[in-house]
T-cell receptor, first 114, second 114 residues
């Protein structure tokens, strides 16, 4: 069983389109994250949700809107896609408490905007 | 602000040789430190973590890391590298601002010569 899964794995789209990436975790964790990995492999936090409540929003453009329907799911919707949005997007999850920093990552979604 | 530096962009070692990947962090108190590995086209897998206690920590796949407060370092080591260890390695520190986000270094790509 995959602990943290993301769909789709690859996403190719044109500038101006709107797209969504879905993430699901079956670890029973209460906190989920979105990270962006750019073309130089640099990883940076975008958002974090704890029990469906937004707790981190790292100066991400308003075109990015996360949604957490329940604590096992965290989706990322992107409006008006731009070339600079091309990256690999990783979902992760963790459990608040003693191991709160121990995050488990999904396989990533490679987004290519043309 | 906390930060993580991985001074080596690429490292090439021969199969069977020992390995050390460098990581330096900036934080006044004892940080939470992590090493993750990213195989080509894959997500990030946690290799090991340091929260407190014994400064030499053992991880999966035969890796270990040593926390040295005096040098602000958390270097990753392996006594004998296998070809399957070729991957990107990321050092990370847990942000001490109640967000539980991870702050990543820029990564080190490990190449293994046959």
């Amino acid at each position: 069983d995959t602990a943290v899964s993301q769909t789709p794995k690859y996403l190719v789209t044109q500038m101006g389109n709107d797209k969504s990436i879905k993430c699901e975790q079956n670890l029973g964790h209460d906190t989920m994250y979105w990270y962006k990995q750019d073309s130089k492999k640099f990883l940076k936090i975008m958002f974090s949700y704890n029990n469906k409540e937004l707790i981190i929003n790292e100066t991400v453009p308003n075109r990015f809107s996360p949604k957490s329907p329940d604590k096992a799911h965290l989706n990322l919707h992107i409006n008006s896609l731009e070339l600079g949005d091309s990256a690999v997007y990783f979902c992760a999850s963790s459990q608040r408490g003693a191991n709160a920093y121990e995050q488990y990552f999904g396989p990533g979604t490679r987004l290519t905007v043309t | 602000a906390q930060s993580v530096t991985q001074p080596d962009i690429h490292i090439t070692v021969s199969e069977g040789a020992s390995l050390e990947l460098r990581c330096n962090y900036s934080y006044g108190a004892t940080p939470y430190l992590f090493w993750y590995v990213q195989s080509p086209g894959q997500g990030l897998q946690l290799l090991l973590k340091y929260f407190s206690g014994d400064t030499l920590v053992q991880g999966i796949k035969g890796f270990e890391a040593e926390f040295k407060r005096s040098q602000s370092s958390f270097n990753l080591r392996k006594p004998s590298v296998h070809w399957s260890d070729a991957a990107e390695y990321f050092c990370a520190v847990g942000a001490m601002d109640s967000s539980y986000k991870l702050i990543f270094g820029s990564g080190t790509r490990l190449l293994v010569r046959p």
